[in-house]
């Protein structure tokens, strides 16, 4: 069995990029830390022209130049449900795409695993409340903030980032070095530093994690 695993992830926009490499990588690394043998992993960010494509012809053009590109074994498929349930975004989009692939020859990679933030890749960046303060540089509680409650019941979590920001610039005298700060600045400090133990309290993560697993397995890595 090889022990190596390279994985392609590829996104609905460019931002999510910039927090969701960091989330997968360190996911994968310890989903591969519990397979069998020293396994090392490696992930790839798989950029196409998305120009003119349905959904499943963006996965289709992203899994035939991952595996052209970079020879990949899994290929990471990215979508905000933007809506309180994945239930409609996996019935109309991630399951299609998931057939679809299937249904392809050797040079598309078919081991396609599918993250779903429930609402949008925000909600998880909520999830580590404390390191969201501090990163923000804001010192009120989580109910003063709004984010007291699952940030998967949050209808638009990047619009309440944007103004806990904006709370945080109202006293400027305790937290000058946030005084130019927007939220494009937060996505990838975040998605490197956030605890997986908040995160796994978010129904949609533990669904991508144990959807790796299952993948795993079925590859012959994972037998947990």
């Known amino acids: 069995m090889s022990n190596f695993i390279l994985a392609g992830l590829f996104t609905e926009g460019t931002t999510d990029v910039r927090f969701l490499s960091s989330v997968v990588e360190r ?3 310890e989903v591969a830390f519990d397979c069998t043998g020293d396994i090392e992993t ?3 960010i798989i950029n196409i022209s998305k120009a003119g494509l349905s959904f499943n012809e963006q996965v289709l053009e992203a899994s035939k130049f991952a595996l052209d590109k970079f020879g990949v074994l899994i290929l990471f498929v990215h979508t905000d449900s933007d809506s309180v349930s994945d239930d409609l975004i996996f019935q109309s989009k991630i399951v299609p ?3 679809t692939l299937s249904e392809q020859d050797n040079n598309y990679c078919k081991n396609m ?3 779903v933030p429930v609402q949008m890749t925000e909600s998880w960046m909520i999830a580590d409340k404390k390191l969201l303060k501090e990163e923000i540089g804001v010192e009120k509680t989580d109910t003063e903030l709004g984010i007291h409650l699952n940030p998967e019941s949050i209808t638009n979590p990047k619009e309440l980032i944007e103004e806990i920001i904006r ?3 109202e006293d400027l005298s305790k937290r000058r070095r946030n005084k130019g700060l ?5 996505y990838q400090i975040i998605g490197q530093k956030l605890e997986f133990s908040e995160l796994e309290k978010l129904s949609s993560y533990l669904k991508f ?10 590859l012959n890595f994972y037998h947990k």
């Open 113 to 115: 695993v599918a993250i």
């Open 167 to 169: 709370i945080s610039k």
């Open 27 to 29: 996911t994968l690394e």
């Open 97 to 99: 795409a998931q057939k």
């Open 42 to 44: 490696k992930l790839e």
């Open 182 to 186: 927007v939220i494009s600045d937060l």
């Open 209 to 218: 994690k144990n959807s790796l697993k299952d993948k795993l397995r079925e």
